[in-house]
């Protein structure tokens, strides 16, 4: 691990030691320092442009990032940015252990969380001697290794040590970005949505847009493209949710906007802000017989470009009241009008069957959604 000369490299490297046990103590995994270059997560500090595809800004704004688990020679790796004011025990400058924790999280599997108050929330919330890992951040990590009961480990990041790097300046504490590069056989989903005109299924994942193949098994590789490319003059990224309404209008939630395309162009008018919390932070949304649902958290409700003041009378209403075995958090949402509804959550899709409001089966995603391994049906 690199160590930034603000602080003593024993502190840092016992904050790192306290940042990975918030997430050992409660799943099944298991960490060890090694020397070298022979580790699955390497810690280093960087500034500027460091030539990883996601250049640091100087004071402020994005504190770190750590890449995604994978086969990349990066995948796993955190970067701390270097012109940051570190600091341990005090609430003046930027807390090292807290944001390290947020980012091994990263780098063990998470993406952010839309509980404002998650250790994994997108935004660091300041010094807190106390902080811990919220329900939320427990479930989910449980959910990709399982819990810390288990007998033997399914995972075993291992951390190395580089040169330090010189830091100065004084930060503001922002947010903290995430970079990922994951491969096709592992990408997540941060939306989807079937565009109404060429009815295809779209994909967003930070930064791009990926479009799969006519048959709907596999990415059509030739298309991955940035998703400014594809949808002009701008796109967020990141996205919440994305979904195409009845009038083949596509809607991507981020945050507290609302942007609209028709044919893949922002509407005048848009991005709009979102004013009822509700629909600020959406974990996802689908379209089903004309009416449009999102999900967030464990809860869900109808929505409408023209709701203001709040949710229609007696939404939102917890998942399980009517999707029944679909699990909360939700990452994506997906009707093709098949007759299923389809929910995606880590390397799990969930096939809902919507005259019989049940939930059919949960399985791998990458066979029957993207072309890895011996192709099934959906």
């Not at 060890?32 to 250049?55: F, M, N, Q, T």
């Not at 791009?208 to 590789?221: A, L, T």
């Not at 991005?271 to 996802?284: G, S, Y």
């Not at 096939?351 to 990458?366: F, H, P, S």
Request: aromatic share 14%; charged share 30%; with cysteine.
């Amino acid at each position: 691990m690199g160590y930034t000369r603000q602080l003593g490299g024993a502190s840092q490297r016992r904050s790192f030691i306290n940042a990975f046990k918030k997430w050992s103590d409660v799943a099944n995994i298991n960490i060890r320092e090694v020397g070298g270059g022979d580790a699955d997560i390497l810690i280093d500090y960087k500034r500027r442009d460091h030539y990883d595809g996601s250049p640091f800004d100087g004071r402020g704004r994005t504190l770190a990032h750590a890449f995604f688990p994978g086969s990349h020679d990066i995948s796993g790796d955190t970067h701390f940015d270097d012109d940051e004011q570190w600091t341990l025990g005090t609430k003046e400058g930027t807390n090292l252990e807290i944001v390290a924790a947020h980012e091994f999280g990263h780098a063990l599997g998470l993406g952010h969380s839309s509980n404002s108050k998650a250790l994994m929330a997108p935004y660091y919330q300041g010094y807190d001697p106390d902080y811990k890992l919220l329900y939320d951040d427990i479930y989910r990590m449980t959910s990709l290794y399982g819990g810390r009961a288990a007998t033997r480990p399914t995972s075993r990041p291992r951390v190395t040590t580089r040169r330090p790097r010189v830091t100065t300046r004084r930060p503001r504490a922002t947010t903290k970005r995430p970079s990922t590069k994951p491969s096709i056989c592992d990408l997540k989903f941060d939306s989807l949505f079937m565009n109404g005109d060429d009815r295809r299924i779209y994909a967003f994942r930070y930064r791009k847009i990926y479009r799969f193949e006519s048959d709907q098994n596999g990415i059509e590789k030739s298309f991955t493209k940035v998703s400014r490319k594809v949808l002009t003059p701008r796109v967020p990224i990141n996205t919440g949710a994305a979904v195409v309404d009845r009038y083949r209008r596509l809607y991507v939630f981020k945050g507290n906007k609302l942007f609209r395309y028709t044919r893949f162009r922002l509407d005048a008018g848009f991005p709009k802000r979102i004013t009822i919390p509700f629909f600020q932070n959406v974990d996802a949304a689908l379209e089903y017989n004309n009416v449009i649902y999102v999900f967030k958290d464990d809860k869900f409700s109808i929505w409408h470009e023209n709701y203001s003041r709040s949710p229609p009378s007696g939404y939102p209403k917890p998942i399980s009241s009517y999707w029944k075995g679909i699990p909360n958090n939700v990452e994506a949402a997906l009707n093709i009008n098949d007759g299923y509804t389809y929910f995606f959550k880590g390397s799990k899709y969930f096939k809902y069957n919507n005259r019989y409001q049940r939930t059919e089966y949960r399985k791998d995603k990458a066979p029957a959604w993207l072309g890895c391994g011996r192709a099934v049906p959906k």
